[in-house]
């Protein structure tokens, strides 16, 4: 695998020290470039650097030396070649306007966060370009794709898309995070692969109530295709590629977290089958489950497009409107019927 970047002369900052965001920066710190790492807990931070361990949210994996964690937000995007933003979509606003004011004008900001936004039902990479002006449009970026982090961190084989309007940025962020264990495809559909992120866990939420409920493997082949339909919907609508709903950061994504037991969306719809109640299932999380507030933007958002998306609505009115997961599973089952495939 041919990588002809110097590591020595790149400088890359890690926005957020979840699972995911210290599992990318272990992943960059192990090939060599030095990597300050914006921690929001101090105690996280004291065991990155005491320890080399992030006890919380990636426990069990001895970190890189390369990895230099902090408190202070300003000091870890300053005069950055890169800065890679993972943080829950509900913050990244927030996040976006800490560091604003101290990115310089060629740092490349890759999003790894995935989400709509319930407000302004923007995708994360919609919510930087608003909320960053001082970066030019191309240099912005997102990574998606079927990846849970202790998998990564295991190195094991996984496969990943970067997406970037600039062929050139993707190339090289391509390059940038590439191993013999983190293969990186390159995509332009920014959009369609934000979508594929960000539904894929709305569709994962009503997979595992469907286990939670203890329906068959028939009954999630079903939930996944269809799922897969209402992410093409969306894209559709939204100007994507829909070849991409066919790739990494589509099927991909949507097969591993509708089916993989480590999943959080999957494990808070498998809790809300058995009859457990979302805020007390909520109240007992450390890490976050993106699907249960992408839900509402999803809602929100395809019926302010005219966008059929009926499984995501359902997950909507389970978690916000109470409705039992056996009446919905009733109501997707006797909907009229219809052909098979969209007109589009």
């Given at each position: 695998?041919k ?5 020595s002369?790149?400088k890359i900052?890690?926005v957020?020290?979840?699972s995911?965001g210290t599992?990318?920066a272990?992943?960059l710190?192990?090939?060599g470039?030095k990597v300050?790492?914006w921690v929001f807990?101090e105690?996280?931070?004291e065991?990155?650097?005491?320890y080399r361990?992030?006890?919380?949210f990636l ?12 408190n202070d937000i300003?000091e870890?995007v ?19 306007q800490?560091?604003r004011?101290h ?5 490349i900001?890759?999003?790894?966060s ?5 407000k ?10 608003e909320t960053l002006p001082?970066?030019a449009?191309?240099f912005?970026a997102?990574?998606?794709?079927p ?7 295991n190195?094991?084989p ?10 050139k ?6 390059h940038?995070?590439a191993t013999?264990?983190f ?13 594929g992120?960000?539904?894929?866990n709305v569709?994962a939420?009503a997979a595992?109530?469907?286990d939670?409920?203890?329906l068959?493997?028939?009954?999630r ?7 897969l ?10 100007g994507a590629d ?8 589509g099927v ?10 480590i999943?959080r969306?999957h494990?808070?719809?498998?809790k809300?089958?058995?009859?457990m109640?979302?805020?007390?299932i ?9 699907g249960v507030?992408t839900a ?8 302010r ?6 499984i995501?609505h359902?997950v909507y009115?389970?978690?916000y409107n ?8 009733h ?6 019927l219809?052909h ?5």
């Amino acid at each position: 695998m041919k990588n002809q970047i110097d590591v020595s002369a790149v400088k890359i900052g890690v926005v957020g020290a979840g699972s995911w965001g210290t599992a990318l920066a272990d992943l960059l710190a192990l090939k060599g470039f030095k990597v300050d790492l914006w921690v929001f807990e101090e105690e996280v931070k004291e065991q990155i650097r005491e320890y080399r361990e992030n006890k919380f949210f990636l426990p069990g994996f001895k970190l890189s030396a390369n990895i230099f964690p902090s408190n202070d937000i300003s000091e870890v995007v300053s005069k950055k070649d890169l800065v890679l933003i993972v943080v829950p979509s509900h913050v990244m606003r927030e996040t976006a306007q800490k560091i604003r004011g101290h990115l310089s004008p060629g740092t490349i900001i890759v999003s790894a966060s995935k989400g709509i936004e319930n407000k302004t039902h923007l995708t994360m990479s919609g919510v930087l370009k608003e909320t960053l002006p001082e970066i030019a449009e191309n240099f912005f970026a997102v990574l998606s794709g079927p990846s849970f982090a202790r998998e990564v961190a295991n190195k094991f084989p996984t496969v990943i898309a970067v997406g970037s309007k600039d062929q050139k940025i993707a190339g090289y962020i391509q390059h940038l995070f590439a191993t013999p264990y983190f293969r990186v495809y390159t995509n332009n559909d920014m959009i369609g692969l934000e979508l594929g992120g960000a539904v894929k866990n709305v569709i994962a939420i009503a997979a595992g109530i469907m286990d939670g409920l203890g329906l068959g493997l028939n009954t999630r082949a079903a939930l996944i295709t269809r799922g897969l339909t209402e992410m093409r919907r969306l894209g559709l609508k939204l100007g994507a590629d829909p070849r991409t709903f066919a790739g990494i950061a589509g099927v991909g994504d949507l097969v591993l977290t509708c089916t993989g037991n480590i999943s959080r969306n999957h494990t808070v719809g498998k809790k809300i089958g058995v009859g457990m109640k979302l805020k007390d299932i909520l109240s007992e999380m450390r890490m976050v489950a993106e699907g249960v507030k992408t839900a509402k933007s999803i809602y929100n958002l395809s019926r302010r497009l005219n966008v059929e998306m009926p499984i995501s609505h359902e997950v909507y009115h389970i978690l916000y409107n109470d409705v039992s997961p056996k009446e919905a599973v009733h109501r997707l089952m006797t909907r009229d019927l219809k052909h098979e495939l969209d007109a589009n």
